[in-house]
């Protein structure tokens, strides 16, 4: 399965949900916010979410700064 994670292509065995592409991506630490084709999916779903072919993903991390 084809996404486009934060403006870049990935493939993705078909059916992984947004939590298995988070961490196969390594990033699981990191990502506080997901949306999927400009709508966000609460974090408490992200287990069961399966994004469809060409989905656009957001993964967002929050950046302390000043």
């Not at 992200?46 to 991390?61: I, N, Y």
Request: net charge negative; with cysteine; charged share 25%.
């Amino acid at each position: 399965m084809n996404l486009i994670v934060n403006g870049e292509s990935h493939t993705f065995n078909d059916g992984f949900t947004l939590e298995q592409i988070i961490e196969k991506l390594m990033i699981k630490d990191k990502v506080m916010a997901c949306a999927v084709n400009m709508e966000i999916v609460k974090k408490e779903n992200w287990g069961t979410f399966v994004p469809k072919e060409d989905d656009k993903l957001e993964l967002l991390q929050f950046v302390g700064g000043g």
